[in-house]
């Protein structure tokens, strides 16, 4: 007769001071990472005037990689921290996160090369992509799976801030100190984390359950991060078929398509592929691939287009961007609460139809379109969307997995989320990079400017006008000499946001195509299978973002 199973720990129905204290630590640690994704965001603009000069048509793409190389490197460390976790201990290992995290946003600050940022974004990824899962796996090991539904409504809590102080906090920061200080600030909050956590987490024992997948590592890790260097070095290329693209590209998607075939072999494989048999979670993954890319990657041009187009500061587009926060925030909890009531399915495609009526909303801005009369309800009309589709879409994945798959499926979901949003960041950034090489006024306008630099004479200004049409002809619009200059850059604000408009129709077409897969997620109410695996060894669902 073979042993019986150790009994599952109690666990009380009500969250408790203990299971509160903990989430406390957990939350912090969450906030400082998930922040730090749309912070950098808003200093964008400010970072490319640093390191790559605002003329320089390419700047764009170039520091679009401090957001690519942080997503890489969250992406490349979350499979590893199941088997971290169980070697080292979450309490230590949930410490050492923090240290990465806060020891790789001081470099940052400290960099003074673009080069040097991205090289130190991946140190500071590498801490942040271990602080969400780990801190869902202390959460649901002091929680337990009757309280779990509770327990996502209090870590949904940095998911809402990230979007709705982030940009606030990162415009405040730019507009009064400097951009070092969106990196510098995670000091003091890192230092807290620290000691709050040695004294909030329990002391646990490293019990090494299964082995490391050294050779699966060693494939998909470089796999990854070749595919996604050759794809986000086709702006700096300007083609697809240039030498670069087509040799990283190509030999990062082979070693992908080895991990793949290589992955059904060993027993305990760095990513389960084998949970695609589960239909539900293969429609999840699907929907949630599509839909990162178009959202993540659109999200990406709005704080940007506050700034570039419309001459705003980093802090009043922070405020200009919170909107589409609020909007997350009211229907996130809605949602998460009626995703164990009501079939994903019949929740989902309503919250793409509000994005997808955004994305293509702002297809049509300009350089002088309304905030409060357009843009602004627009944004508000996405984050509502936003907040009533990323919830169900992992619920959905989630549900029909046993509790001790759980943490293998929220594995593979948060992976797929985040290579989508590099691809996402990499798609949108050639478009934008080449709509305004492409744009004949921009890009004459930035060489006459080079052409012009230092002249004082008119005659001279004058002579070397006929080399740029574009500009002469808006030049020639002017009512006087006075508003000349003016008038140039009001059209040229115009062309580029005419070229950001442009970019949205990816995003909205891209948007538009998750609506397929979502379609086919379940209509018909089915229990979860969370609870069905008596085994429950403490996996967790990891929280995206």
Not at 493 to 509: D, L, Y
Request: hydrophobic share 50%; aromatic share 8%; charged share 10%.
């Amino acid at each position: 007769m073979s042993s019986a199973a150790p009994a599952a720990p109690e666990y009380p129905d009500e969250i408790d001071g203990t299971v509160l204290k903990i989430a406390g630590v957990v939350v912090l640690g969450a906030i400082m990472s998930i922040l730090d994704i749309t912070v950098v965001n808003v200093a964008l603009p400010d970072l490319q005037t640093t390191f790559t000069g605002a003329d320089n048509p390419l700047a764009y793409s170039t520091v679009a990689w401090t957001v690519t190389a942080y997503t890489l490197a969250l992406a490349t460390v979350i499979p590893l921290t199941g088997w971290a976790a169980d070697r080292f201990g979450t309490k230590r290992l949930y410490m050492l996160a923090i240290a990465l995290f806060t020891i790789g946003s001081v470099l940052c600050a400290l960099a003074n090369s673009i080069n040097m940022l991205i090289l130190f974004r991946v140190l500071q990824g590498l801490g942040g992509g271990l602080l969400m899962p780990l801190g869902m796996t202390i959460m649901t090991r002091a929680a337990g799976p009757k309280r779990m539904g509770r327990l996502m409504a209090i870590l949904g809590v940095p998911m809402l801030l990230g979007p709705i102080l982030g940009p606030i906090l990162g415009g405040w920061l730019i507009d009064h100190y400097s951009w070092h200080w969106i990196f510098l600030i995670n000091l003091p909050l890192g230092i807290a984390a620290l000691a709050y956590a040695a004294w909030a987490l329990p002391s646990d024992k490293p019990e090494p359950t299964e082995s490391f997948d050294m050779i699966g590592m060693l494939m998909m890790s470089p796999g990854l991060a070749l595919f996604l260097y050759g794809i986000s070095s086709i702006p700096e290329e300007g083609t697809f078929f240039s030498a670069k693209v087509i040799g990283f590209g190509t030999v990062g998607l082979l070693l992908l398509v080895a991990f793949v075939l290589y992955s059904f072999k060993p027993e305990h494989p760095l990513l389960d592929l084998r949970l695609f048999s589960n239909r539900q979670l293969t429609v999840a993954t699907i929907t949630m691939f599509i839909f990162a890319a178009a959202f993540f990657g659109g999200l990406l041009l709005v704080p940007t287009y506050f700034q570039q187009v419309r001459g705003e500061s980093p802090f009043s587009a922070g405020l200009l961007v919170a909107p589409q926060g609020v909007g997350a925030m009211l229907t996130m909890p809605i949602a998460g609460a009626l995703a164990d009531k009501i079939p994903v399915g019949r929740i989902v495609p309503f919250g793409l139809l509000a994005i997808i009526g955004g994305m293509f909303a702002m297809t049509q801005v300009d350089g002088s379109t309304s905030y409060w009369g357009y843009i602004i309800p627009v944004l508000f009309i996405m984050g509502l969307g936003m907040g009533a589709t990323m919830m169900p879409i992992m619920t959905s994945a989630i549900k029909t997995l046993t509790a001790h798959q759980v943490a293998r499926g929220s594995t593979l979901l948060n992976i797929t989320q985040q290579i989508a949003s590099s691809i996402g960041v990499a798609i949108m950034s050639v478009v934008l990079t080449n709509g305004m090489k492409n744009d004949k006024l921009i890009s004459q306008a930035g060489a006459f400017g080079e052409a012009t630099k230092g002249m004082n004479d008119p005659a001279q200004i004058q002579a070397v006008l006929p080399k740029f049409p574009e500009v002469a002809n808006v030049l020639a619009t002017a009512k006087d000499p006075a508003t000349a200059q003016q008038t140039l850059m009001d059209a040229v604000s115009q062309a580029m946001g005419t070229v950001f408009g442009n970019t949205f129709w990816v995003a909205a077409i891209l948007v538009s195509l998750t609506l397929i897969p979502a379609l086919m997620m379940p209509r018909k109410h089915e229990e979860s299978n969370f609870a069905d695996d008596a085994s429950t060894d403490g996996a967790a669902p990891i929280l995206m973002h």
